[in-house]
């Protein structure tokens, strides 16, 4: 068969073949060759969308969840529905003790500053904060560093701002490292800028020292958001659960009440984006290889075509001896030949697709993807789709080939 195969004659017979009706064959690559071209695009544009989300998750602890006091919506235990929750450092403590899964709890204050420099000015959302969320939800800083134990220690008025901040209130290019911005009456240094990553909500631009805010907006024992992450062998759905169950029999919200509480998890958005991501590659993978059926069906017909027309040229080398094993085989390798042409072409086009997206939708900041590509062991794995189709219908039209006795073959006209 190998022999066969790098035979001189072979492929100038299968080339002549194609040749006698060029638009023909052309029309019958087009379905492998569009089928390919999907399956490669598509695959390689949800790979650079899987990039992208895992860029924006690479620096985030997925197993945490994010709580927040809410208001009641149900009447409990003498209380009246529409009562403002405010958690505090004390049920921080608590959930760490009690809940079973927990590895870190991590309290924060929420912030509505004004901030001036020169004569520029502009409010933000901000957060007071301890060292460690820089470890949980790693800062992609542009300058400087992130707030530290001897700020949260000593009280420190610095500041951590995002780009964004720093766009308003400062030059371009000025390094803001160690200067002053003033807000709440007071001048804050500088120690760090850092580039904003959003999954909803509002966005956060500033960062200060949780004692910091606690002490220069009098919040005492109070806290307005919490993180919790839990440890990777436990079910951060299930430590939503508890840690929510804790919370109600500490503030009196009833068991069924879900607006006394308010936040949202982390690692069950995560899980909804991979879910999302699972049924786009199969979604994929499913129109691809319908697409290629549906071609390679289309490349059976021609050949089914193209049997009936060389009726006498299959009779006359039947004629001369060649057994019906040789003229199945030479149907087939054609079949074989115009879908692996088709696709090679598909692969190409759908590589040059990917650059050209790559090109448009990857780059900058704000890309919607990354990198765009297929893996070769997936480009193989088409090819060998194809030749697979390929060979099965081509099976077709060769026992077609074969059904026509010699005698009747020679008679057609």
């Not at 029309?27 to 399956?39: E, H, Q, R, Y």
């Not at 004390?90 to 959930?95: G, H, M």
């Not at 220069?216 to 839990?230: A, V």
């Not at 919607?368 to 893996?375: E, I, K, L």
């Amino acid at each position: 068969m190998i022999k066969f195969l790098l035979e001189k004659d072979t492929w100038q017979e299968v080339f002549d073949s194609l040749s006698k009706n060029k638009l023909r064959s052309i029309l019958t690559m087009v379905g492998v060759w569009w089928g390919i071209l999907l399956l490669i695009s598509l695959l390689g544009s949800s790979r650079g969308i899987e990039n992208n989300f895992n860029r924006m998750f690479e620096n985030y602890a997925t197993n945490s969840l994010f709580l927040s006091g809410g208001n009641t919506s149900m009447p409990f235990k003498g209380y009246q529905e529409g009562r403002k929750i405010k958690l505090n450092l004390d049920d921080a403590k608590k959930i760490k003790e009690n809940v079973e899964g927990v590895e870190y709890v991590l309290p924060s204050h929420q912030l509505q500053i004004t901030l001036s420099r020169k004569s520029l000015s502009a409010s933000f959302i901000g957060k007071g904060e301890f060292p460690f969320n820089d470890v949980l939800a790693k800062k992609d800083l542009l300058w400087g560093r992130y707030i530290n134990q001897t700020d949260i220690d000593e009280h420190k008025k610095v500041i951590v701002i995002s780009e964004d901040v720093y766009k308003q209130l400062f030059e371009k290019d000025e390094n803001p490292i160690g200067k002053i911005v003033y807000g709440e009456n007071l001048g804050f240094t500088v120690i760090g800028v850092y580039k904003v990553v959003n999954f909803g909500g509002p966005q956060i631009d500033v960062d200060i020292p949780f004692t910091t805010s606690q002490q220069i907006f009098g919040r005492g024992n109070t806290i307005d958001w919490m993180t919790i992450t839990g440890y990777e062998n436990f079910d951060i759905n299930q430590i939503d659960a508890d840690v929510k169950l804790l919370l109600k029999n500490i503030h009196s919200i009833h068991p069924d009440d879900n607006r006394g509480l308010f936040g949202f998890n982390l690692g069950d958005r995560f899980d909804q984006i991979t879910g999302f991501l699972t049924g786009m590659q199969f979604l994929t993978w499913f129109v691809g290889i319908a697409t290629l059926i549906a071609g390679v069906f289309a490349i059976g017909g021609i050949l089914l075509i193209s049997v009936k027309e060389r009726t006498k040229e299959i009779g006359v080398r039947r004629a001369l001896g060649a057994t019906p094993f040789l003229i199945k085989r030479q149907i087939i390798i054609e079949s074989i030949a115009i879908s692996l042409i088709a696709g090679f072409l598909g692969i190409i086009s759908g590589g040059l697709i990917l650059m050209l997206v790559n090109k448009t939708l990857g780059i900058g900041e704000d890309a919607f993807m990354r990198n765009p590509s297929v893996s070769i062991a997936i480009v193989f794995f088409a090819l060998l789709i194809v030749i697979t189709l390929g060979t099965l219908i081509g099976l077709i039209p060769a026992f077609k080939a074969t059904s026509v006795k010699p005698i009747d073959a020679l008679r057609e006209e």
